[in-house]
């Protein structure tokens, strides 16, 4: 027989730790869901909700912490573990406006441990320090025992007031659903949002074995336009709003001055994503599948494979890394490319450990050096205005000052926060001159896009991943523009008038219209994704 020491923690404790969870890490959750919906703007209503969702998570909290209390060991652990994804989720949305959700997941997930630790810092440690401290005062304190009497007067009362909330709600929304599944209250939220997450874009390691190569299924015909080989170049950014890029004309921030001396450049003023992560956007971007079709995106080879089989050199080379075998989304697609540079064998090569974008250049420069005499295509992929901001460019670049120099950015002024990622796009301009400058003498053609935009506490939200296009617009709002040498333009003029019209683009456009612009046909090209192509009197640019 077990010991009864074993079985039946105190249960006036598990009832306490319920109603004290509730309070510290429910209530945030629920304020910062308020702050962020607009249409709430009655402090009354503000407050009527706020109980509602507090009653109904306290009722939800209890039950939890009553049934995992019949097991004493289980409970201290599982208690431990609760206070400590609190005090987390916490910091998160005091500092970030995060709550974590399947967006959280993604941001964790999309990058490399290293930029993932700059998210951390010392107030997390707190953070979660006083909540464990707090459960383990709560677990053996004896001070939390209750009378009879009291003890059930708090369950009934517990009960009432969600029954009360329910009623309220469900005579508001007609819709009882969202309130019987407690998903959106930790720590509920923490289980529900992972399962989501691994169903939604699965596990590691479940890379599609046979991915379906088009160049079996399709014809595709290349026809340079002259003697000199032709060079084909994506550059991928990393978090550069739309809104945020001077060359747009919607901010005063003047960020790009090199590119806006640069001739034949076309910058799509209302570009949008096809996601709010990397993870999630890029295999959008390299492959045919349409924003919303993910089994297609992982399940297709990209567009480098196309060009390989028409018999271009292809390099990707990159200040992020690849995942390769650890994950399933883009990181088999860089393995497509004969030659594969990221931060990995950058690190190893220059012995830096924070890599800054002007190191591509360096491995471009051979790229273009070994293949003289090669049709390229080219991916270039950036670091871009990855948060830390002020960790993304050398010191000279820092131009619009004072800047956000704390890892936390809740702690600093919206200006200098502002002035922090507007410097990273002051950087990135300067890159970008630089790769343009090398193709200026080539038969080349060039587009950047960004991989997604970024929340800088619009509606209280900081950074990129969320999931809401409608809401989050800034994270779905991106840079994007179109280049090509005087050579190309010669030989393309047709083209480049037909780029030169067009505004309202997406991710969608990229595979279409590299190879569109590139002289590719294929029944595969969609034309009306194709930027090359001459709409108003439907025929194709040459």
């Known amino acids: 027989m077990f010991s009864k020491k074993i079985f ?22 629920v304020f910062n869901r308020m702050a962020l919906s607009a249409g709430f703007h009655d402090r009354h209503e503000v407050i009527g909700i706020a109980l509602t969702e507090f009653s109904i998570a306290l009722f939800f909290t209890y039950i939890l912490f009553s049934l995992i209390s019949l097991l004493r060991y289980l409970y201290i652990i599982l208690i431990l573990l609760f206070f400590c994804f609190g005090g987390a989720s916490n910091y998160y949305i005091y500092n970030f406006g995060k709550v974590f959700d399947i967006g959280v997941l993604q941001d964790i997930i999309s990058v490399e441990l290293d930029l993932t630790l700059e998210y951390l810092s010392f107030k997390l440690v707190l953070f979660i320090f006083i909540s464990l401290a707090l459960s383990l005062f709560i677990i053996f304190s004896k001070k939390f025992r209750f009378k009879k009497p009291y003890h059930l007067a708090l369950i009934a009362t517990i009960i009432a007031s969600y029954l009360v909330a329910t009623y309220f ?15 959106s209250y930790m720590p509920f939220n923490v289980f529900y949002n992972t399962d989501l997450y691994m169903r939604k874009y699965g596990v590691f390691n479940k890379q599609k074995a046979e991915k379906v190569d088009l160049t079996k299924n399709f014809t595709f015909q290349f026809q340079n336009d002259g003697s000199e080989p032709k060079v084909i170049v994506l550059v991928i950014g990393e978090a550069m709003r739309g809104d945020m890029f001077y060359l747009n004309g919607k901010t005063n921030y003047l960020n790009a001055p090199q590119l806006s001396k640069i001739k034949n450049l076309k910058s799509f003023k209302d570009a949008t994503s096809s996601a709010s992560s990397t993870r999630v956007a890029l295999p959008y971007m390299l492959t045919r599948a349409k924003s919303g079709d993910w089994e297609q995106a992982i399940s297709e080879k990209s567009i ?93 670049f820092k131009n619009f000052t004072p800047t956000c120099e704390s890892s936390s950015p809740a702690s600093c002024a919206h200006e200098q926060l502002l002035n922090s990622y507007h410097n990273t796009i002051f950087y990135s301009d300067w890159v970008l001159s630089k790769i343009i400058e090398r193709f200026e003498n080539k038969n080349a053609f060039l587009m950047y896009a960004s991989d997604h935009g970024f929340s800088l506490f619009e509606k209280h939200y900081f950074g990129n991943a969320y999931e809401g296009k409608d809401d989050l617009k800034e994270q779905y709002d991106i840079a994007m523009f179109a280049w090509g040498s005087n050579k190309y333009i010669k030989k393309n003029s047709n083209a480049f008038k037909a780029i030169k ?29 194709n930027l090359c192509y001459k709409r108003n009197n439907d025929v194709k640019s040459k």
Not at 169 to 183: A, E, F, T
């Open 8 to 29: 039946a923690f105190n249960n006036s404790n598990s009832l306490i730790a319920s109603v004290i969870y509730s309070i510290l890490f429910h209530l945030p959750i």
């Open 169 to 183: 709600d469900y005579k508001k929304h007609k819709l009882y659903i969202n309130r019987i599944v407690p998903q």
């Open 304 to 396: 480098i494979s196309v060009f390989k089989s028409l018999g271009f050199k292809t390099a990707w080379i990159g200040a992020q890394g690849a995942f390769t075998n650890l994950d399933y989304t883009y990181g088999p697609i860089i393995m497509e490319a004969d030659e594969i540079i990221t931060k990995t064998e950058i690190r190893k090569d220059l012995g830096q450990s924070n890599l800054y974008d002007e190191y591509l250049l360096l491995y471009l420069d051979k790229f273009l050096q070994k293949n003289q005499a090669d049709n390229l295509f080219i991916v270039l992929h950036m670091i871009g205005s990855h948060w830390n901001f002020d960790e993304r460019y050398p010191e000279k």
């Open 501 to 529: 019209s067009q505004n309202k683009v997406s991710h969608d456009y990229l595979f279409h219209s590299l190879l569109g612009c590139s002289n590719v046909e294929s029944k595969v090209i969609e034309q009306n994704l």
